[in-house]
């Protein structure tokens, strides 16, 4: 009998597990993919709010700054790549200056350091790119980015390390009521469990109502991006948002840790859960109001589109509750942006839940909360050949764009939570991530992956379960 | 401390060794990231190479091994599995397995390391993102080097040169290939490709069309092809779908220029390689540049014949010193033209006869280049026919360079428009 079952592995489902791994208690992560990150922490703005958006009084504003702290902690703790880089939300007009005065008193409000409304002079001074025609910013020094999907799984990496059981490709079919808590139908059979925690994203409404009453909605919404090449990544060194409006909080310019430049989103509400198309006007629209804000933005420099899906509920905040129907079963649903920025303190939340609802828990006496992950690319001539020396994969390289070796991707693939699929590498490495796109490497990854998991080359994927990327031997198809 | 350091062992890295030997070069290192030299063309199949150099026609594995040969008589080195990290004025900075992470000293530096395809993001095709969306050249190297099979249906985007010959070859595996998809009203591809890799198997080549939608959730279920208009913009209920469970892409090359950008070496924004002189010359003294990496080549052979001239370049800087101060003549590629290189010609320096290669941005029937200085026309060559996907040549003179006034521009016009 588990003591916890966690259904989702996304950057709630992650931080949850780690967080519950720190106590004497029995949990296990059940995710419908073949890896973390899948869903929407692998596809949005990669940045960590300061925290003067959200509504005071709302669990967004009450997770959001509690979070970022936690989470530059964690992240050096977990060697979760992130860089502290300060936030501006410039004014276009001076009908957008209350709009950054309201931001301003939201963000005191809700207990967010070291904001400042800058002149249109001193904005420039700190961010030349920015349109001449800016008429002040408000800064907000905590304001940072962060590998998204490095962090969940770093945070899912501890929480393997301390004991949490790790189901991949196991998505919950069926939960059924029993005497002490609940039963889960899953594609490895069925898993009981005292109590639940609801991190399925944009499927949380439906998980909910696989055992309780309907209480909530998830709608999803549509945001898309460019990333533009490491030769576009100085156009700002801070992110750069535009002034919110009710449809959100507007197209961003961002620095990223890996050096590349992201540029978006819009917002397009979507009926199809699994929709992650990019559309001509979509990314037309995001390269117009971009260029509002930075007008040299360079769009022929563009190495990747995709799109994220928000997972919004109708009640407008996060959910972060006992279910009401449903003794034992705890949403944390609802989970948009700032969720990447609020994971940490959800986390904590939902062990708070836990406890007070009876489920009694004590501190492990050891909790392993260290991980260090080798990166060829940011080490000193001395320190590769101290690393090669030892290992000569570490001088064997793979990624030729991003200086990803093969030793690289052998650490990730002895892991915790090895990849099986090109993309697991990527967002584990690196490897694909630059400016070919994997046209070079993605061959040599794929015959690692298939020698190394023993595999045949057919049966290793792109991403999901079923996107494979060859047929097998030529010779054999053709037959 | 060795003479020179070339990076890349494909075709434009062993033309130039080579050259650098006959010219009487010393001590030359040849770095390589592959496990073996040839470059690209380790996975060009299919014939068509050194019909202008050698006057026969060979494969890409063939031609390359022409200069392999030749190099293996030399005591030229070439440290393979070697991957070039950073370039200075005097020392390449590499990483191997072997060796480890080394700087090694030299008097000059050839960057030969080639181009890289346009990925999706590049043009930003809108739709679903599933596997089986490869460039054409990702698709090469699985088919003919790893010997898998990439897909059973096939559509090609871009008419390329690459996207054509992959066109043919997925054919000869036993794909169907659906159609050869190209936004312009004419192909980039040479025309013999055209009748040889679609004509000939009966592909249907699609002008001034483009992708305007990608379907699948995990795998490519399907395309939809739409008509562009004189903007190409796709003209709406112009779509035609297309099942299929492949999409090769051809929409482009980009020289790699990341080594050399960050040397601080000077770029052109027009080709994306160095900007050099009449000798393949970068900003960097002795430091040249040749191949793909520093425009990019439709024939092999073209680059055969340029990355001759990097080596014997870099041997002279070797030997003999920098080239002395000289006049400078600026080219530029004015209406009509995509790119002129080189970039500049120093009048000292130049040969009795110096080829400007150019591209023209559209197809021209009947034209004119015309070559002017600010003091009027130096010259006009006659054309019968030009398309963007091949290169042009035309010879200066030294007497032209000299009455140039410093600087000359190309520009095309039509006879009779």
């Not at chain 1, 535009?242 to 430049?261: A, F, I, N, R």
């Not at chain 1, 589109?305 to 705890?330: H, P, Q, V, Y």
């Not at chain 2, 169907?176 to 080549?205: H, W």
């Not at chain 2, 469970?245 to 924004?269: H, Q, Y």
């Amino acid at each position: 009998m588990l003591d916890v079952a966690i259904i989702g592995c996304g950057i709630t489902g992650a931080a949850a597990a780690y967080e519950l791994s720190k106590y004497q208690l029995n949990i296990a992560v059940f995710e419908r993919e073949n890896d973390v990150s899948e869903g929407t922490t692998k596809a949005n703005s990669a940045i960590l709010h300061a925290g003067y958006d959200p509504k005071p009084g709302t669990l967004m504003a009450r997770t959001n700054v509690e979070g970022v702290r936690l989470a530059a902690e964690i992240c050096r703790d977990l060697d979760v790549p992130y860089k502290k880089t300060g936030s501006l939300v410039v004014a276009f007009s001076d009908g957008d200056l209350p709009t950054l005065r309201k931001l301003y008193d939201r963000g005191l409000q809700n207990g967010v350091p070291g904001l400042k409304i800058l002149s249109a002079a001193q904005t420039l001074k700190m961010e030349p790119g920015l349109s001449p025609d800016i008429r002040g910013a408000l800064y907000a020094p905590t304001a940072a980015v962060v590998n998204p999907w490095e962090y969940a799984l770093a945070m899912a990496e501890t929480a393997a390390r301390n004991g949490a059981a790790m189901h991949f490709s196991c998505g919950v079919s069926g939960i059924r009521k029993t005497k002490n808590g609940f039963a889960l139908t899953t594609p490895k059979g069925t898993f009981e469990a005292k109590t639940i925690l609801n991190a399925a994203g944009l499927e949380a409404d439906r998980l909910h109502e696989m055992a309780g009453e309907k209480e909530f909605t998830i709608k999803a919404s549509k945001g898309e991006y460019y990333i533009l090449d490491k030769e576009e990544g100085g156009r700002v060194s801070r992110v750069v948002f535009q002034c919110p409006t009710e449809q959100g909080k507007g197209v961003l310019v961002s620095p990223t840790v890996h050096g590349v430049l992201i540029v978006g989103p819009n917002a397009q509400k979507t009926q199809d859960r699994e929709d992650l198309s990019s559309t001509a006007e979509g990314l037309g629209f995001v390269a117009e109001k971009a260029l509002l804000t930075v007008p040299g933005l360079d769009f022929s420099k563009s190495i990747r589109n995709f799109s994220g899906l928000r997972a919004a509920s109708d009640t407008g905040d996060f959910i972060i509750a006992e279910s009401k129907s449903l003794k034992g079963f705890f949403n944390l649903a609802g989970i948009k942006s700032p969720g990447l920025s609020s994971a940490p303190a959800i986390a904590k939340m939902a062990a708070e839940l836990l406890l007070k609802a009876g489920l009694n828990f004590k501190p492990k006496e050891t909790f392993i909360n260290r991980r260090r992950v080798v990166r060829i690319a940011g080490l000193s001539p001395r320190e590769i050949n101290r690393l090669a020396g030892g290992n000569p994969a570490y001088g064997r390289v793979v990624c030729r764009c991003e200086t990803v070796t093969e030793g690289e991707i052998l650490d990730a693939l002895r892991g915790p939570i090895p990849p099986r699929t090109l993309d697991a590498v990527k967002r584990r490495c690196g490897a694909g991530l630059g400016r070919c796109q994997g046209g070079f490497c993605g061959p040599r990854v794929l015959e690692i992956l298939s020698r190394e998991l023993g595999l045949p080359p057919e049966e290793v994927f792109l991403d999901r379960d079923g996107s494979f990327i060859v047929l097998g031997d030529n010779r054999k198809e053709a037959r | 401390m060795v003479d020179l350091i070339v990076i890349g062992a494909g075709p434009a890295g062993l033309a130039a060794a080579l050259a650098a030997r006959e010219a009487g070069l010393g001590k030359i290192l040849v770095v390589e990231r592959e496990g073996a030299p040839g470059g690209i063309l380790n996975q060009c199949i299919h014939n068509g190479f050194g019909i202008e150099y050698f006057g026969e026609e060979l494969t890409g594995p063939e031609y390359a091994e022409r200069f392999w040969d030749d190099l293996q008589k030399t005591d030229i080195e070439i440290l393979t599995e070697t991957m070039a990290l950073k370039v200075t004025g005097n020392a390449v900075h590499v990483l191997s397995a072997k060796g480890g992470y080394r700087i090694l000293k030299t008097r000059s530096v050839i960057l030969a390391m080639g181009c890289r395809e346009k990925a999706r993001g590049s043009i930003a095709l809108p739709g679903d993102r599933p596997s089986g969306i490869l460039t054409a050249g990702t698709a090469q190297r699985y088919v003919n080097i790893e010997g898998l099979a990439v897909g059973k249906r096939v559509v090609v985007l871009g008419s390329g040169d690459i996207g054509l010959i992959m066109a043919r070859r997925m054919t000869l595996e036993g794909a169907k290939v659906l159609a050869c998809v190209e936004i312009m009203p004419y192909s980039s591809g040479l025309t013999r490709n055209i009748v040889q890799c679609l004509n000939d198997f009966d592909i249907p080549l699609y002008l001034s069309h483009t992708i305007t939608d990608i379907r699948g959730k995990k795998r490519l279920t399907g395309v939809t092809v739409s008509r562009v208009d004189d903007c190409l913009r796709p003209v709406p209920g112009s779509g035609i779908d297309f099942e299929c469970d492949t999409l090769l892409l051809s929409v482009g090359l980009i020289p790699e220029n990341e080594l050399t950008r960050a040397a601080g070496i000077k770029m052109d924004p027009k080709t994306r390689g160095a900007v050099v002189y009449e000798n393949t010359e970068t900003s960097l003294p002795g430091v040249f540049a040749c191949g793909n990496v520093l425009h990019v080549h439709d024939i092999a052979d073209l680059v055969t014949v340029e990355s001759q001239k990097a080596g014997r370049a870099a041997a002279r800087h070797v030997l003999v010193g920098r080239e002395p101060d000289s006049p400078i003549v600026s080219i530029i590629g004015g209406d009509g033209l995509l790119y002129a290189l080189p970039q500049k010609i120093r009048t000292v320096s130049a040969e009795e006869d110096t080829t400007v290669y150019f591209r023209v941005n559209r197809i021209f029937r009947n034209a004119t280049v015309r070559a002017a200085g600010p003091g009027g026309e130096l010259g006009a060559f006659r054309r019968i026919h030009m398309a963007p996907g091949e290169m042009q040549r035309i010879k200066l003179s030294r007497e032209m360079l000299q009455k140039s006034g410093g600087e000359i521009t190309f520009i095309v016009k039509e006879e009779n428009a």
